[in-house]
Protein backbone atom coordinates (compact mmCIF):
# COMPACT_ATOMS: atom_id res chain seq x y z
CA UNK A 1 0.00 0.00 0.00
CA UNK A 2 0.99 3.28 -0.84
CA UNK A 3 -0.58 6.56 0.81
CA UNK A 4 1.14 9.21 -1.49
CA UNK A 5 -0.52 10.97 -4.05
CA UNK A 6 1.59 10.22 -7.64
CA UNK A 7 2.84 13.08 -8.96
CA UNK A 8 -0.22 13.19 -11.58
CA UNK A 9 -2.56 12.91 -8.55
CA UNK A 10 -0.86 15.49 -6.39
CA UNK A 11 -1.15 18.13 -10.08
CA UNK A 12 -4.97 17.37 -10.03
CA UNK A 13 -5.31 17.55 -6.28
CA UNK A 14 -4.08 21.07 -6.51
CA UNK A 15 -6.01 22.26 -9.46
CA UNK A 16 -8.99 21.02 -7.44
CA UNK A 17 -7.81 22.52 -4.46
CA UNK A 18 -7.94 25.97 -6.00
CA UNK A 19 -11.24 25.73 -8.16
CA UNK A 20 -13.04 25.06 -4.71
CA UNK A 21 -11.23 28.16 -3.24
CA UNK A 22 -12.10 30.22 -5.95
CA UNK A 23 -15.86 29.19 -6.61
CA UNK A 24 -17.47 27.15 -3.81
CA UNK A 25 -20.04 28.60 -1.73
CA UNK A 26 -18.31 29.93 1.32
CA UNK A 27 -21.68 32.00 2.31
CA UNK A 28 -22.76 28.64 3.75
CA UNK A 29 -19.86 27.32 5.27
CA UNK A 30 -20.98 28.21 8.42
CA UNK A 31 -24.32 27.02 8.84
CA UNK A 32 -22.87 23.67 6.90
CA UNK A 33 -20.55 23.40 9.69
CA UNK A 34 -23.36 23.92 11.71
CA UNK A 35 -25.68 21.96 10.16
CA UNK A 36 -28.30 24.45 10.44
CA UNK A 37 -28.62 25.12 6.88
CA UNK A 38 -32.08 22.89 6.08
CA UNK A 39 -35.26 22.32 3.91
CA UNK A 40 -36.02 24.56 1.24
CA UNK A 41 -33.03 26.61 1.55
CA UNK A 42 -30.79 23.97 1.82
CA UNK A 43 -32.23 22.20 -1.42
CA UNK A 44 -31.45 25.36 -3.19
CA UNK A 45 -28.33 25.73 -1.66
CA UNK A 46 -27.60 22.24 -2.83
CA UNK A 47 -28.32 22.86 -6.13
CA UNK A 48 -26.98 25.78 -6.99
CA UNK A 49 -23.58 24.43 -6.05
CA UNK A 50 -24.00 20.96 -8.06
CA UNK A 51 -24.56 23.26 -11.04
CA UNK A 52 -21.66 25.64 -10.60
CA UNK A 53 -19.56 22.27 -9.95
CA UNK A 54 -21.42 20.82 -13.14
CA UNK A 55 -20.71 24.13 -15.37
CA UNK A 56 -16.97 23.92 -14.21
CA UNK A 57 -16.47 20.12 -15.52
CA UNK A 58 -16.44 18.64 -11.83
CA UNK A 59 -19.90 16.76 -11.58
CA UNK A 60 -19.97 12.83 -11.70
CA UNK A 61 -16.33 13.06 -12.14
CA UNK A 62 -16.13 9.62 -13.32
CA UNK A 63 -18.59 10.10 -15.39
CA UNK A 64 -18.27 9.80 -19.53
CA UNK A 65 -17.93 13.39 -20.78
CA UNK A 66 -21.42 12.53 -23.21
CA UNK A 67 -23.31 11.80 -19.78
CA UNK A 68 -22.51 15.42 -17.85
CA UNK A 69 -19.25 13.76 -15.82
CA UNK A 70 -15.54 13.69 -16.66
CA UNK A 71 -13.93 10.63 -17.61
CA UNK A 72 -11.78 11.11 -14.69
CA UNK A 73 -10.20 8.05 -12.80
CA UNK A 74 -11.53 6.44 -9.37
CA UNK A 75 -8.85 7.37 -7.38
CA UNK A 76 -9.27 11.33 -8.69
CA UNK A 77 -12.99 10.94 -7.46
CA UNK A 78 -11.59 10.21 -4.21
CA UNK A 79 -9.36 13.41 -4.37
CA UNK A 80 -11.87 15.92 -4.96
CA UNK A 81 -14.19 14.39 -2.55
CA UNK A 82 -11.54 15.23 0.22
CA UNK A 83 -11.00 18.50 -1.36
CA UNK A 84 -14.50 19.45 -1.32
CA UNK A 85 -14.40 19.46 2.23
CA UNK A 86 -17.96 20.41 4.11
CA UNK A 87 -19.48 21.64 1.17
CA UNK A 88 -19.20 17.79 0.12
CA UNK A 89 -22.81 17.59 2.32
CA UNK A 90 -24.05 19.95 -0.04
CA UNK A 91 -24.10 16.55 -2.48
CA UNK A 92 -27.03 14.77 -0.13
CA UNK A 93 -29.62 15.40 -2.14
CA UNK A 94 -27.73 14.02 -5.23
CA UNK A 95 -26.26 10.96 -3.68
CA UNK A 96 -29.46 8.26 -4.26
CA UNK A 97 -29.40 9.44 -7.95
CA UNK A 98 -25.19 10.50 -9.26
CA UNK A 99 -24.79 7.31 -6.71
CA UNK A 100 -27.22 4.43 -7.75
CA UNK A 101 -29.51 5.38 -10.21
CA UNK A 102 -27.24 7.17 -12.71
CA UNK A 103 -25.05 4.21 -12.78
CA UNK A 104 -27.99 1.73 -13.62
CA UNK A 105 -29.35 4.00 -15.98
CA UNK A 106 -25.98 4.16 -17.61
CA UNK A 107 -25.65 0.36 -17.55
CA UNK A 108 -29.09 -0.56 -19.02
CA UNK A 109 -31.53 2.44 -20.97
CA UNK A 110 -31.34 3.30 -24.79
CA UNK A 111 -28.50 5.97 -25.25
CA UNK A 112 -31.60 8.26 -26.22
CA UNK A 113 -32.46 8.28 -22.68
CA UNK A 114 -29.14 8.42 -21.23
CA UNK A 115 -28.38 11.79 -23.00
CA UNK A 116 -31.63 12.88 -22.03
CA UNK A 117 -31.91 12.37 -18.48
CA UNK A 118 -27.46 11.80 -17.32
CA UNK A 119 -26.54 15.41 -17.75
CA UNK A 120 -29.89 16.90 -15.75
CA UNK A 121 -29.03 14.52 -12.81
CA UNK A 122 -25.68 15.66 -13.36
CA UNK A 123 -26.20 19.63 -13.03
CA UNK A 124 -28.93 18.79 -10.43
CA UNK A 125 -31.80 19.74 -12.39
CA UNK A 126 -33.04 16.83 -11.70
CA UNK A 127 -33.64 14.76 -8.68
CA UNK A 128 -33.89 10.64 -8.57
CA UNK A 129 -35.11 8.44 -5.90
CA UNK A 130 -34.99 4.70 -5.45
CA UNK A 131 -38.17 2.65 -5.37
CA UNK A 132 -36.90 -0.45 -3.46
CA UNK A 133 -38.31 -1.48 -0.23
CA UNK A 134 -41.39 -2.06 0.37
CA UNK A 135 -43.13 -3.22 3.78
CA UNK A 136 -42.80 -7.39 2.63
CA UNK A 137 -39.46 -6.15 0.64
CA UNK A 138 -36.54 -4.64 2.56
CA UNK A 139 -33.71 -6.97 3.60
CA UNK A 140 -35.53 -9.60 1.29
CA UNK A 141 -35.99 -7.16 -1.54
CA UNK A 142 -36.59 -10.36 -3.98
CA UNK A 143 -39.86 -10.80 -1.79
CA UNK A 144 -41.22 -6.92 -3.19
CA UNK A 145 -45.03 -7.45 -3.84
CA UNK A 146 -45.17 -4.23 -6.61
CA UNK A 147 -47.20 -5.45 -9.52
CA UNK A 148 -46.48 -4.12 -13.25
CA UNK A 149 -48.85 -5.65 -15.93
CA UNK A 150 -47.86 -5.17 -19.35
CA UNK A 151 -50.94 -2.89 -21.69
CA UNK A 152 -49.85 -2.53 -25.23
CA UNK A 153 -46.63 -0.20 -25.04
CA UNK A 154 -46.69 0.44 -21.46
CA UNK A 155 -47.21 -1.36 -17.97
CA UNK A 156 -49.44 -0.58 -15.71
CA UNK A 157 -47.94 -0.32 -12.31
CA UNK A 158 -50.13 -1.33 -8.19
CA UNK A 159 -48.25 -1.19 -4.55
CA UNK A 160 -46.48 0.91 -2.55
CA UNK A 161 -43.11 1.39 -1.58
CA UNK A 162 -41.63 2.88 1.52
CA UNK A 163 -38.61 4.69 3.36
CA UNK A 164 -38.03 6.01 -0.39
CA UNK A 165 -35.44 9.04 0.72
CA UNK A 166 -36.22 12.56 -0.79
CA UNK A 167 -39.23 10.90 -2.69
CA UNK A 168 -40.97 13.98 -1.95
CA UNK A 169 -38.58 16.67 -3.90
CA UNK A 170 -37.31 14.08 -6.52
CA UNK A 171 -38.32 13.98 -10.12
CA UNK A 172 -37.48 10.69 -11.60
CA UNK A 173 -37.61 6.95 -9.73
CA UNK A 174 -35.76 3.80 -10.43
CA UNK A 175 -38.95 1.50 -9.54
CA UNK A 176 -38.69 -2.54 -9.30
CA UNK A 177 -41.78 -4.75 -9.53
CA UNK A 178 -43.07 -7.82 -10.17
CA UNK A 179 -43.61 -8.81 -13.81
CA UNK A 180 -44.40 -12.83 -13.14
CA UNK A 181 -45.12 -14.05 -9.67
CA UNK A 182 -45.65 -18.15 -10.87
CA UNK A 183 -41.44 -18.34 -11.26
CA UNK A 184 -39.44 -18.08 -7.98
CA UNK A 185 -39.27 -14.63 -6.40
CA UNK A 186 -35.46 -13.52 -7.73
CA UNK A 187 -36.53 -14.20 -11.43
CA UNK A 188 -40.26 -12.57 -11.85
CA UNK A 189 -38.68 -8.86 -11.29
CA UNK A 190 -38.59 -5.68 -13.76
CA UNK A 191 -36.49 -2.47 -13.31
CA UNK A 192 -37.96 0.52 -14.92
CA UNK A 193 -37.22 4.12 -14.26
CA UNK A 194 -40.39 7.04 -14.19
CA UNK A 195 -41.77 10.41 -13.37
CA UNK A 196 -42.28 11.10 -10.06
CA UNK A 197 -45.20 13.46 -11.48
CA UNK A 198 -47.06 10.77 -13.46
CA UNK A 199 -50.46 9.86 -12.42
CA UNK A 200 -51.23 8.03 -9.85
CA UNK A 201 -48.33 8.56 -8.02
CA UNK A 202 -48.87 9.45 -4.66
CA UNK A 203 -46.16 10.82 -1.84
CA UNK A 204 -46.44 10.21 2.08
CA UNK A 205 -44.10 11.85 3.74
CA UNK A 206 -42.92 9.77 7.12
CA UNK A 207 -42.16 11.77 10.25
CA UNK A 208 -39.57 10.56 12.12
CA UNK A 209 -38.08 10.81 15.86
CA UNK A 210 -35.88 13.13 14.86
CA UNK A 211 -38.70 15.72 13.82
CA UNK A 212 -37.77 15.78 10.16
CA UNK A 213 -39.10 13.73 7.39
CA UNK A 214 -36.26 12.51 4.90
CA UNK A 215 -38.47 9.22 3.83
CA UNK A 216 -41.44 8.57 2.40
CA UNK A 217 -44.22 5.69 1.70
CA UNK A 218 -45.53 5.36 -2.26
CA UNK A 219 -47.99 4.48 -3.15
CA UNK A 220 -48.71 3.51 -6.82
CA UNK A 221 -52.82 3.03 -8.52
CA UNK A 222 -52.83 2.14 -12.11
CA UNK A 223 -49.56 4.33 -12.71
CA UNK A 224 -48.80 4.10 -16.40
CA UNK A 225 -44.84 3.66 -17.49
CA UNK A 226 -44.12 3.24 -21.43
CA UNK A 227 -41.98 0.24 -22.21
CA UNK A 228 -38.86 2.29 -23.42
CA UNK A 229 -38.35 3.15 -19.93
CA UNK A 230 -37.98 -0.56 -18.42
CA UNK A 231 -34.83 -1.22 -17.70
CA UNK A 232 -33.03 -4.29 -18.52
CA UNK A 233 -34.91 -7.46 -19.76
CA UNK A 234 -38.50 -8.02 -18.78
CA UNK A 235 -37.45 -10.84 -15.58
CA UNK A 236 -34.36 -9.17 -15.27
CA UNK A 237 -35.14 -7.13 -12.78
CA UNK A 238 -32.87 -8.60 -10.02
CA UNK A 239 -29.68 -8.64 -12.22
CA UNK A 240 -30.39 -4.84 -12.30
CA UNK A 241 -30.95 -4.08 -8.98
CA UNK A 242 -27.69 -5.83 -8.44
CA UNK A 243 -26.03 -3.00 -10.13
CA UNK A 244 -28.09 -0.12 -8.07
CA UNK A 245 -27.12 -2.01 -5.02
CA UNK A 246 -23.48 -2.86 -5.99
CA UNK A 247 -22.91 1.04 -5.87
CA UNK A 248 -25.33 1.64 -3.15
CA UNK A 249 -23.12 -0.60 -0.76
CA UNK A 250 -19.63 1.73 -2.18
CA UNK A 251 -21.31 4.91 -2.01
CA UNK A 252 -22.66 4.84 1.23
CA UNK A 253 -19.58 2.61 2.64
CA UNK A 254 -17.78 5.84 1.97
CA UNK A 255 -20.14 8.20 3.68
CA UNK A 256 -20.51 7.10 7.21
CA UNK A 257 -19.52 9.33 9.83
CA UNK A 258 -18.33 7.89 13.14
CA UNK A 259 -18.43 10.82 15.32
CA UNK A 260 -15.01 10.16 16.61
CA UNK A 261 -13.45 13.52 16.09
CA UNK A 262 -16.24 15.81 17.61
CA UNK A 263 -16.50 13.56 20.24
CA UNK A 264 -12.57 14.17 20.57
CA UNK A 265 -13.29 17.34 20.38
CA UNK A 266 -16.41 17.66 23.30
CA UNK A 267 -14.26 15.48 25.74
CA UNK A 268 -11.31 18.01 25.59
CA UNK A 269 -13.45 21.17 26.44
CA UNK A 270 -15.69 19.06 28.88
CA UNK A 271 -15.43 19.83 32.57
CA UNK A 272 -17.01 17.14 34.59
CA UNK A 273 -17.33 17.39 38.82
CA UNK A 274 -13.49 16.38 39.03
CA UNK A 275 -11.52 17.72 36.15
CA UNK A 276 -11.54 17.99 32.10
CA UNK A 277 -13.55 14.61 31.14
CA UNK A 278 -10.22 14.33 28.59
CA UNK A 279 -8.50 13.40 32.14
CA UNK A 280 -11.04 10.22 33.26
CA UNK A 281 -9.75 7.28 32.95
CA UNK A 282 -12.76 5.59 31.99
CA UNK A 283 -13.44 8.18 28.85
CA UNK A 284 -9.43 7.78 27.83
CA UNK A 285 -9.93 4.02 27.94
CA UNK A 286 -13.30 4.29 25.61
CA UNK A 287 -11.31 7.32 23.17
CA UNK A 288 -8.37 5.31 23.09
CA UNK A 289 -10.88 2.02 21.97
CA UNK A 290 -12.52 4.34 19.06
CA UNK A 291 -9.35 5.69 18.09
CA UNK A 292 -7.57 2.77 17.01
CA UNK A 293 -11.11 1.36 15.42
CA UNK A 294 -11.64 4.96 13.22
CA UNK A 295 -7.90 4.25 12.13
CA UNK A 296 -8.72 0.75 11.28
CA UNK A 297 -12.03 2.33 9.42
CA UNK A 298 -9.35 4.71 7.44
CA UNK A 299 -6.48 2.83 6.57
CA UNK A 300 -8.68 -0.09 5.52
CA UNK A 301 -10.26 2.48 2.96
CA UNK A 302 -7.38 3.69 1.94
CA UNK A 303 -6.75 -0.56 1.29
CA UNK A 304 -9.68 -0.04 -1.17
CA UNK A 305 -8.34 3.79 -2.72
CA UNK A 306 -5.28 2.36 -3.11
CA UNK A 307 -6.37 -0.63 -4.99
CA UNK A 308 -9.13 2.06 -6.96
CA UNK A 309 -6.02 3.50 -8.07
CA UNK A 310 -4.78 0.59 -10.09
CA UNK A 311 -8.02 -0.22 -11.42
CA UNK A 312 -9.45 -2.94 -9.30
CA UNK A 313 -12.88 -3.04 -7.84
CA UNK A 314 -14.16 -2.59 -4.57
CA UNK A 315 -15.53 -6.39 -3.51
CA UNK A 316 -17.53 -7.66 -0.35
CA UNK A 317 -14.96 -6.78 1.91
CA UNK A 318 -15.69 -3.25 1.74
CA UNK A 319 -19.16 -4.19 4.02
CA UNK A 320 -17.03 -3.81 7.18
CA UNK A 321 -16.82 0.24 6.60
CA UNK A 322 -20.70 0.70 7.44
CA UNK A 323 -20.30 -1.72 9.90
CA UNK A 324 -18.11 -0.89 12.11
CA UNK A 325 -18.63 3.07 11.45
CA UNK A 326 -22.80 2.56 12.28
CA UNK A 327 -22.64 0.93 15.64
CA UNK A 328 -19.54 3.66 16.45
CA UNK A 329 -21.44 6.16 15.59
CA UNK A 330 -24.48 5.08 18.14
CA UNK A 331 -22.12 4.26 20.99
CA UNK A 332 -20.53 7.72 21.25
CA UNK A 333 -23.59 9.54 20.73
CA UNK A 334 -24.45 7.36 23.48
CA UNK A 335 -21.32 8.38 26.28
CA UNK A 336 -21.86 11.93 24.96
CA UNK A 337 -25.44 11.97 26.45
CA UNK A 338 -24.35 10.12 29.34
CA UNK A 339 -21.14 12.91 30.18
CA UNK A 340 -23.95 15.75 29.61
CA UNK A 341 -25.78 13.96 32.43
CA UNK A 342 -29.36 15.82 32.74
CA UNK A 343 -28.67 18.54 30.18
CA UNK A 344 -28.44 15.57 27.76
CA UNK A 345 -32.36 15.75 27.13
CA UNK A 346 -32.47 18.52 25.79
CA UNK A 347 -32.34 19.15 21.99
CA UNK A 348 -32.91 22.26 20.75
CA UNK A 349 -29.70 23.36 18.93
CA UNK A 350 -29.38 27.20 20.99
CA UNK A 351 -29.42 25.58 24.77
CA UNK A 352 -28.11 22.31 24.08
CA UNK A 353 -24.61 21.36 25.48
CA UNK A 354 -22.49 21.28 22.02
CA UNK A 355 -25.45 22.58 19.95
CA UNK A 356 -27.32 19.57 20.43
CA UNK A 357 -25.30 17.77 18.01
CA UNK A 358 -24.96 14.44 19.99
CA UNK A 359 -29.02 14.61 20.28
CA UNK A 360 -28.90 14.79 16.88
CA UNK A 361 -26.37 11.92 16.28
CA UNK A 362 -27.70 9.39 18.68
CA UNK A 363 -31.28 9.82 16.51
CA UNK A 364 -29.72 8.87 13.11
CA UNK A 365 -27.03 6.28 14.42
CA UNK A 366 -30.14 3.55 14.31
CA UNK A 367 -30.85 4.88 10.69
CA UNK A 368 -27.26 4.18 9.91
CA UNK A 369 -26.97 0.56 10.73
CA UNK A 370 -30.08 -0.34 8.61
CA UNK A 371 -30.24 1.79 5.30
CA UNK A 372 -27.97 -0.13 2.84
CA UNK A 373 -27.95 -3.23 4.38
CA UNK A 374 -28.51 -3.85 7.93
CA UNK A 375 -25.91 -4.85 10.33
CA UNK A 376 -27.12 -8.86 10.30
CA UNK A 377 -27.01 -8.62 6.36
CA UNK A 378 -23.44 -6.86 5.89
CA UNK A 379 -22.31 -9.70 9.04
CA UNK A 380 -23.70 -12.73 6.49
CA UNK A 381 -21.83 -11.05 2.94
CA UNK A 382 -18.74 -11.19 4.98
CA UNK A 383 -19.40 -14.45 6.69
CA UNK A 384 -20.74 -16.23 3.22
CA UNK A 385 -18.32 -14.06 0.47
CA UNK A 386 -15.51 -12.95 2.19
CA UNK A 387 -14.87 -16.05 5.35
CA UNK A 388 -16.50 -18.70 2.96
CA UNK A 389 -18.62 -19.94 5.82
CA UNK A 390 -21.92 -21.79 5.21
CA UNK A 391 -25.07 -19.92 3.27
CA UNK A 392 -28.12 -18.51 5.22
CA UNK A 393 -30.88 -21.40 4.84
CA UNK A 394 -33.50 -20.18 2.05
CA UNK A 395 -36.50 -22.12 2.66
CA UNK A 396 -38.15 -20.26 -0.54
CA UNK A 397 -35.24 -21.29 -3.26
CA UNK A 398 -36.64 -22.64 -6.07
CA UNK A 399 -40.22 -21.45 -5.24
CA UNK A 400 -42.53 -20.07 -7.30
CA UNK A 401 -43.51 -16.75 -5.69
CA UNK A 402 -47.11 -17.43 -5.70
CA UNK A 403 -46.50 -20.68 -3.59
CA UNK A 404 -44.58 -19.00 -0.91
CA UNK A 405 -46.12 -19.51 2.21
CA UNK A 406 -46.95 -16.46 3.77
CA UNK A 407 -49.23 -15.57 6.77
CA UNK A 408 -52.82 -15.32 6.16
CA UNK A 409 -52.52 -16.95 2.36
C1 LIG B 1 -32.44 6.31 6.55
C2 LIG B 1 -32.96 5.27 5.60
C3 LIG B 1 -33.12 5.58 4.27
C4 LIG B 1 -33.60 4.61 3.39
N1 LIG B 1 -33.76 4.98 2.08
C5 LIG B 1 -34.25 4.08 1.21
C6 LIG B 1 -34.50 4.45 -0.15
O1 LIG B 1 -34.25 5.60 -0.57
N2 LIG B 1 -35.03 3.55 -0.99
C7 LIG B 1 -35.33 2.28 -0.58
O2 LIG B 1 -35.77 1.49 -1.41
N3 LIG B 1 -35.13 1.89 0.72
C8 LIG B 1 -34.61 2.76 1.61
N4 LIG B 1 -34.41 2.40 2.92
C9 LIG B 1 -34.87 1.07 3.36
C10 LIG B 1 -33.73 0.12 3.68
O3 LIG B 1 -33.12 -0.35 2.50
C11 LIG B 1 -34.34 -1.03 4.49
O4 LIG B 1 -34.82 -0.47 5.70
C12 LIG B 1 -33.34 -2.11 4.79
O5 LIG B 1 -32.96 -2.78 3.62
C13 LIG B 1 -33.92 -3.12 5.80
O6 LIG B 1 -35.15 -3.59 5.38
P1 LIG B 1 -36.43 -3.56 6.37
O7 LIG B 1 -36.53 -2.20 6.97
O8 LIG B 1 -37.59 -4.09 5.63
O9 LIG B 1 -36.06 -4.56 7.56
P2 LIG B 1 -36.18 -6.14 7.52
O10 LIG B 1 -35.56 -6.67 6.29
O11 LIG B 1 -37.61 -6.51 7.79
O12 LIG B 1 -35.29 -6.56 8.75
C14 LIG B 1 -35.77 -6.58 10.11
C15 LIG B 1 -34.65 -7.15 10.99
O13 LIG B 1 -34.39 -8.53 10.60
C16 LIG B 1 -33.01 -8.70 10.30
N5 LIG B 1 -32.86 -9.65 9.17
C17 LIG B 1 -33.53 -9.63 7.99
N6 LIG B 1 -33.11 -10.65 7.20
C18 LIG B 1 -32.12 -11.29 7.88
C19 LIG B 1 -31.27 -12.40 7.59
N7 LIG B 1 -31.35 -13.06 6.42
N8 LIG B 1 -30.37 -12.78 8.54
C20 LIG B 1 -30.27 -12.13 9.72
N9 LIG B 1 -31.06 -11.07 10.06
C21 LIG B 1 -31.96 -10.65 9.16
C22 LIG B 1 -32.53 -7.31 9.88
O14 LIG B 1 -31.14 -7.18 10.06
C23 LIG B 1 -33.33 -6.41 10.82
O15 LIG B 1 -32.70 -6.34 12.08
C24 LIG B 1 -33.93 3.32 3.85
C25 LIG B 1 -33.77 3.01 5.20
C26 LIG B 1 -33.29 3.95 6.08
C27 LIG B 1 -33.12 3.58 7.53
Known amino acids: MNFDDTPQEAEFRATARTWINQNAPKQHAESLARKSLTGADFLKAAK ?31 IWQQEEGDFIKLSQPFNIGIGMCGP ?92 MKSPGVEVKPIKQASGESEFNEVYFTNVRIPDSQRLGGVGDGWNVSLTTLMNERMSIG ?114 ARIAGGTDEILRNIIAERVLGLPGDIRVDKNVPFNKIAVKGR
Not at 145 to 174: C, F, M, P, V
Not at 338 to 350: M, Y
Open 48 to 78: GWQKKKSDGGWACMNWPRDYGGRDASPIERV
Open 104 to 195: TVMAFASEAHKRERLPKLASGQEIWCQLFSEPAGGSDLAGLRTRAERDGNDWIINGQKIWTSGAHYSDYGLLITRTDPNVPKHQGLTMFFLD
Open 254 to 367: ARVATGFPEMFNFCSNLMLDDGPAIDDPAVRSKLATWAVRTSGLKYTSYRTMSAMSKGERPGPENSIGKLVAGSTLQEIAMLALELQGAAGVVTDPKTAEAAGEFQAMLLRSPS
